[in-house]
């Protein structure tokens, strides 16, 4: 063992247990359930995913597991493990390309869950038992604590719940990630006290995860850096959705709902969400406070131009560039940084509590203010809810951003009835596209459409929405609808590659 | 003021506040937003409702009041004052004929909200300022604070928030009423602590509502019970969808997943929820806890069989004869009961932390396990979301009932797609029917099809459901639809007055 490995795993009952990838693979047999670190990319285990990727393919035999992790993977898991054909089901986020296609055709069983609730059906067992929670640590303490590197996601359950643990110790993380996490779990339903947090950066927890050594059958010494960030930058449509988030900010303030120092804010992910983040940073907004998933980029460009005061997240997923800059950089990120469990980071008593700004992503959006994050025509699953639902139930206000059309026009992100629902009428306040925004709140069904159409959606598409709302109109309703035309939209772009219909078709029923 | 009035009116600055009904209905001007008190027909305010009902009638001049409330009302708002035209928006709840038919003929603005969700709204100033807050009480104590009678509802943040007061002290309930209440309001979002409560029978608050005396406008004196609750008895279904909640529960105990105490349990309002508790009576179970909105007849049933150790409401709502009953021994049941505002009692704070059961009625359930609680075809109101959505996210096993079929088989109950969606698959665990319930936890989409399909749909029903379902696989995704179709079952009751396809229709593809 050198020097630098002796450093971090301080325990010395560990100090034996050291081992391969390729030697800790093969503990892995089919049928197992892993639980593996890892949230947006970000304190992934990656060295004995690839150690089983190569394993199945020396093996003839049928290998299959089940993978449990915080959110979306690295390459690794959800790329190379999809494509091996050794995942059985996947749960609860995930954002590639091959798994996506492998959940789409069922090879792969993946079950779509808030993020927040992943742990609680662990805790109460509802889930298969974990037989190896594999988790990247960037150290290990004297008293035998786990401390996380740029995640913690669902790795402090898992280490509580699993029946056996490796550790990858990855020192390619800079050691002054120590002290940034802050690890709470609850208790058993019912045996719980209060989540004591009340202010984004209150620490409430340990700086690592408590474990028990005697399950910890091996460690994995790896020198691999998180795969980077993949989101793309700002673009004139996302810096207007951000322009809108700001005025439509400056009216609560106006109207005395807000103060200049806002409220928290949570900001899903991928480069919509970063580029609406973005917008901050040319506003007169300081002393901003982030309660949130993920950290972006853009969480660390306010931080750099001291706009955002402090930031509490689960993980840290940056670009190659920003990445370099932060994790040379960290200590000057130290007192203004917290990573904690996502049952934390998306805990609805501690949404409410704080009365956060809630910005995600619609795919799209329907006239009444139902939102769809997951399915692209009502049957192929994108991504995954994540902790969008967390938070839109629970924020003070909740906004749904999307660019009001998609394929040069070809499809209308705003549409008579969404072909998925992941977010009710009941739950999003607020719906920003670079058209303008639509501030829902307080409105019924039928006064929804009117701002939305005027609002957000596209003039391609506003006639034939209105139209569609009229025909429903005649029918009557809190809810009008026109049912056997609903997703006539969603078939007319399967049929002719378009949701625009012609003009003729506008009025009259046909 | 007669004695008995002076003992309820203690604080001797509000003794000579007392006018008539008439005379304060005069104070109510066009376009006032009104807070009435009242959940689910108890607690209500109805003396001033019905005063401004005859008012109306005198006065040829325009005169609209927006009503805000706890949930449903009785008769006086939501039959008569909906029938006058006087009501223009109301919110959060309501179920009544009358009104549901102004509703969804567009005539009164509805908005359905989260029961959880409307004091937040009120203590954030989204929704319109509050003019007069109408409140039953009891009695009103010497330091000021008014003690509730049947309800606790959203009483508390109208009193916090209401610009002027009016006191309904309706003589005619029981004074033994007085200290089952417990008021506890949250400060505002990022000002407030975690909410104390940790077991359903902790008192955190104050026996009644705090209030500003300056505020208080009049008193006016009243004598009139509750209107008595509509339920029905059980019948065969309701009785065998019990039978199933408790088979599921028992295998739950096997499982270890829960012990004989069970969990603290929730159940919606109507007739199959109280159904479905009175299933209990019969059972093993005892020493069960209720932690949930209305308590119903099944409620104080299963408190007189030693069933229940203690129940926490937000009302009472019961049968004529029930009711007589309760409230002529309520002595009995003081020690067993507590009444909190609905923002706690629906508290995604506190439901998760209890970890509850909870029983919610379905309208209808899709094969992938989304649930439309709210509206018929997709358009017309019935009722409203209510607290179903507060509990479904945040319990520990969220359970929804329905019956498989309705107008004697014209209409199933299990669809391919619902009508609308007010419960996502990411909400619902359970699905029960008189047929059998289904477990979903932990099952991808389509493995819930399967389980749906074989345990809760009508038999006359199945080979329609699976013949949809084997289309849609064949064009794939994570949640396979043939959305031209998705609704036609919708579509052909409305212009067949059955969703029953021929036996021609259900195979290929037309």
Redesign the interface.
Known sequence: MNESVFNLVRNEHLQDKIVTAEEAALWIEHNMTLGLSGFTRAGDAKAIPMALVERAKREKSLFKVNVFTGASLGPEVDHFMAEAGIIN?RLPFQADRSMRSK????EI??????LS?TA??IR?????EIDFAIIEALAITEDGMIIPTTSVGNSAIFVQQAKNIIIELNVSHPGSFEGIHDVYL?A???E?????L?KVDDRIGTAGIPVDIEKIKGIVVTFQPDAASTIVPPDEETQEIADHLLTFLREEIK???LTEKL??LQSGIGSVANAVFHGFLDSEFSDLEVYSEVLQDAVFDLLDAGKIRFASGCSITLSEEKGQNVYQNLDKYRDKLVLRPQEISNS??II????LISINTAVECDIYG?VNST?I?????MNG?GGS?DFA??A?ISIFVTKSIAKHGAISSIVPFV????????DVDVIITEQGYADL????P??RVQVIITNCSHPMYRKQLLAYFEE?LE???????V??K???W??NF?KNGTMLQEEGQLTGKH
Not at 103 to 106: D, P
Not at 192 to 196: F, V
Not at 352 to 355: F, I
Not at 419 to 426: A, F, K, P, Q
Request: hydrophobic share 25%; net charge positive.
């Open positions: 089901k959940i789409n055709s069922g069983v993946y079950i779509d869950q808030h609730h609680e059906l109460n067992e509802v889930l298969e609850p058993k339903q019912g719980r006290d209060p989540i004591p009340k109207a005395g709902r409220a928290p609805p008593e409410r509590r704080l009365g139902n399915h025509c009502g049957t192929k699953m809810i639902g139930r629970n003070r072909s998925h629902v992941d977010h009710t009428e009941h709140r307080g409105l019924s039928r006064e429903a029918r009557g309703g809190q809810t009008p609808h049912l056997e609903a997703f006539s969603h078939t399967a």
